[in-house]
């Protein structure tokens, strides 16, 4: 936002993008009607809608099921890149022995990876493992780089104070790693679920799995076009949702001290 | 002027002395060759030069925190060796602590902790005027102000060797030369020794009890001068003509060592 900007331009910020929405939503209902387009063909929002609301004890239950998935894969894909850049990034070795495994897994489509480990995994694990693989390389490659990126100077002023490496760690690398970390979770948020959801659709032939993206390839079987896009709906919705909650953390732990919080009018 | 020149009885002893020392990096850049220099205790001596002239390179020598390629440096106090502060030339501070765990740094690293180490901290704060800031973050304060509270982290140690690398030279005139005075006062005050690396001569004349001149890369003494002025200097001294007839002495001896190369 611009500096000292006047309370309608504020206002403005929240209600154009909302006013374009509403205008686009509008018009597709516009030319369902006037156009009389089968539902088969594309439902009009009105219809969306109202199967969202008749469906809801499904849809709820298979958007539990994915938000379960990507959470899990976070939280996993998190512990697991933190754990991995701090040995990174304390030793060359492991650095050049390691991380070309986390490119290639990185570099390799997830679609192309997920039928080959329903081989080996039941559906549920596979598709978690999938969404962990995915979520995983932001983390671990943005927190080496925080922890590499450390102030010289303050190196030196430890060095100075004979700090050993783990209090360099703890007290110096990993603080001036946080900011590098929050903007590889932010990544991995949307990508956890993404990767959740290929994966479901990739293991959906199984028939065992009953997450979102399952949901979206059994109705598209039925041809129940607008249970797709109710399910749809709700998978933008998850995905707004994760990315809104890991900006508010990133705010609230960077808020007295990092720059990128810094507001113009400060 | 005995009386007013507290500092000048305790700059007799040597410190610390640069015996042939020199420096030179593995991508084959020689900063310093045969430096010889002697520290005295409880003086404030200048390292004045141009920039690269191998000036911060000494002073790193003397932190420990690089060792010198050939010849040594000689501890006559031990213990002074250990107990150095270091001010860089930027503030170097943590911006994710606040001012208060940023000056406590030093002291949790050295494992004090409790009462004595929240005196220190106090009596530090207080020293460089920003005790009702304590609790603020450092993009929270000025330039000047958070050159302040890096002089306090280096003083909350109270170290008997304070090392200050080009500190003020990225200070606006006004915070620079109030820096100054306040530093004059903590050296009169604290009674430890003082290294300062500067590339100005007004600045070294103004601070020093004495000034030692590098010539271009690789470094060696090319002058020495000493300050002798009535203390404390604060106020007067910048004006007076005796500094400004030692300013053009020190300028006109930096101009022939540039010319000489």
């Keep these: 936002m611009e500096k000292n900007a006047p309370a309608e331009s504020r206002l403005a910020y929240f209600i154009l993008p909302l006013l374009a929405l509403a205008a686009a939503i509008g018009l597709w209902q516009l030319a369902v009607s006037a156009f009389a387009l089968p539902h088969y063909v594309l439902p009009s929002p009105k219809l ?14 298979s958007l539990l099921v994915t938000l379960k998935t990507t959470a899990l894969a976070l939280i996993i894909a998190t512990i697991a890149g933190v754990l991995l850049a701090i040995l990174l990034a304390s030793s ?3 650095e050049y022995t390691l991380f070309p495994f986390a490119v290639i897994l990185q570099v ?13 995994l039941e559906p549920n694990t596979a598709v978690l493992v999938c969404a962990c693989i995915v979520a995983f390389f932001p983390v671990l490659s943005n927190t080496v ?4 990126s450390i102030d010289r100077n303050l190196s030196d002023l430890f060095t100075l104070y004979g700090a050993n490496s783990l209090k360099t760690l703890l007290w110096l690398r990993i603080p001036s790693a946080l900011p590098y970390f929050l903007g590889g979770l932010r990544i991995a948020g949307g990508l956890a679920l993404i990767g959740a959801v290929a994966a479901e659709i990739a293991a959906g032939v199984a028939g065992r799995g009953s997450g979102l993206a399952y949901r979206i390839v059994e109705s598209s079987y039925r041809l129940n076009v607008p249970r797709m896009f109710a399910a749809l709906l709700l998978i933008s919705l998850a995905g707004i949702a994760i990315f809104a909650l890991l900006n508010v953390l990133q705010y609230l732990v960077l808020r007295r001290w990092h720059e990128s919080t810094l507001r113009a009018d400060q | 002027m005995p009386a007013a020149a507290p500092s000048l009885s305790r700059q007799n002893s040597p410190l610390a002395a640069f015996h042939d020392v020199g420096k030179r990096f593995p991508n084959g850049v020689t900063a310093l060759e045969d430096l010889n220099l002697t520290i005295r205790a409880g003086e404030f001596l200048s390292l004045l030069g141009p920039s690269g002239c191998g000036k911060s390179t000494a002073l790193r020598l003397l932190a420990g925190l690089t060792s010198p390629s050939s010849g040594n440096i000689e501890w006559n106090d031990r213990s002074a060796a250990r107990e150095i502060g270091f001010v860089f030339q ?3 501070l943590m911006p994710w602590a606040s001012v208060e765990n940023n000056v406590r740094l030093p002291l949790r690293l050295k494992g004090m902790s409790g009462r004595a180490a929240d005196l220190r901290i106090d009596e530090a704060l207080a020293l460089v005027g920003l005790s009702e800031f304590r609790n603020a973050y450092p993009r929270e304060l000025s330039g000047g102000m958070r050159m302040r509270v890096s002089i306090a982290r280096a003083l909350v140690t109270q170290p008997k060797l304070l090392l200050m690398d080009e500190p003020f030279a990225s200070l606006d005139e006004i915070s620079r030369f109030r820096l100054n005075d ?3 006062m903590l050296w009169n005050r604290l009674g430890c020794t003082i290294v300062f690396v500067t590339h100005s001569v007004f600045e070294s004349v103004y601070l020093s009890s004495r000034i030692l001149m590098f010539t271009p ?3 060696k003494i090319a002058a020495e001068f000493e300050i002798v002025a009535p203390e404390p200097r604060e106020g007067n001294f910048r ?4 500094y400004g007839a030692k300013c053009r002495e020190v300028s006109a001896a930096l101009a022939s060592v540039m010319g000489e190369r």
């Design chain 1, 92 to 94: 060359r070795f492991a």
């Design chain 1, 145 to 148: 780089l925080g922890l590499t």
């Design chain 2, 90 to 92: 930027e503030p170097t």
């Design chain 1, 48 to 61: 969306v809608l109202d199967t969202l609301i008749a469906d809801r004890a499904l849809l709820a239950n």
């Design chain 2, 239 to 242: 004006t007076s003509p005796e």
């Design chain 2, 217 to 219: 890369r690789p470094g």
């Design chain 1, 108 to 120: 390799t489509p997830l679609i192309a990876i997920a039928p080959i480990l329903l081989i080996y």
């Design chain 2, 182 to 184: 306040d530093l004059r």
